[in-house]
């Protein structure tokens, strides 16, 4: 029984093989899920975006941007607003989340018992820059949680989420069948890449960016589950509805 009251080891054994010798992947996206930074991160691009003469409010971003790579980013805002964003906009953002994330960016509450507690095969999959992942993991004191190589970011495919293309590439890394994969995301995007991919979702909605109406738009999205916190995470995870 671990401090979750959840008796995982029945479930789950060590080599992360479930009853029935099912190999589970577990992928977790990074923002909104390992760590709070979305919460974040949206304040400042909303700051951005206002100064750059685009104007969204913080909750058109969570509803819209969430979850995209800084490319598809930009090309909805062209899109939407019928202009680029200037020369230097990621970069700006980038800058000022890596000058606030060592002082303000926590872990979501219950991850890093649920990392500690899970003790199946895991990966990180974001939208977000491979240098500012591992930079999130490593302030947040979660890095040892994930070998350095099985951290994965849009950087690494052609088309970020909502395509498959980054989940798909996590599990043919890791060995692992589509099917035999679990993502834990906290977007619409990002439960509609883990769909198209093949692989069951849960919806996991415990970040400080959550409004009452995401657990309805990851359901709507394709979510199998929803997970309110991580000791639900946790649960899904040695559910055997996960099972094929």
Do not use: W
Not at 25 to 43: H, M, P, T, W
């Amino acid at each position: 029984m671990n401090s979750f009251g959840i008796d995982l080891r029945a479930a789950i054994g060590n080599s992360g093989k479930r009853t029935g010798g099912a190999l589970m992947l577990a992928i977790f996206d990074c923002d909104g899920v390992l760590v709070d930074s979305e919460v974040l991160l949206v304040e400042f691009e909303e700051e951005a975006l206002n100064r750059a003469g685009f104007p969204v409010s913080v909750a058109y971003i969570v509803d819209n941007y969430v979850g995209l790579s800084y490319k598809d980013v930009a090309q909805k805002v062209e899109a939407e607003f019928g202009a680029a964003l200037p020369p230097g906009y990621f970069d700006e953002v980038q800058q000022t989340a890596l000058a606030h994330f060592p002082d303000r960016l926590k872990p979501v509450q219950g991850i890093p018992e649920l990392l500690d507690e899970f003790s199946g095969p895991r990966c990180v999959a974001s939208s977000s820059a491979l240098s500012r992942v591992r930079f999130s993991l490593s302030v947040t004191g979660l890095s040892h949680h994930f070998e350095p190589e099985h951290v994965f970011s849009a950087e690494m495919v052609p088309n970020g989420k909502p395509a498959p293309d980054l989940f798909l590439h996590a599990a043919k890394q890791l060995g692992t069948d589509p099917s035999q994969c679990i993502v834990v995301e906290d977007s619409p995007h990002g439960v509609a890449a883990a769909v198209a991919a093949g692989m069951k979702c849960i919806g996991f909605v415990a970040g400080g960016h959550c409004s009452a109406a995401l657990p309805d738009r990851l359901v709507a999205a394709g979510a199998h589950s929803i997970a309110t916190d991580a000791s639900q995470v946790l649960s899904a995870l040695a559910n055997s509805e996960f099972q094929h």
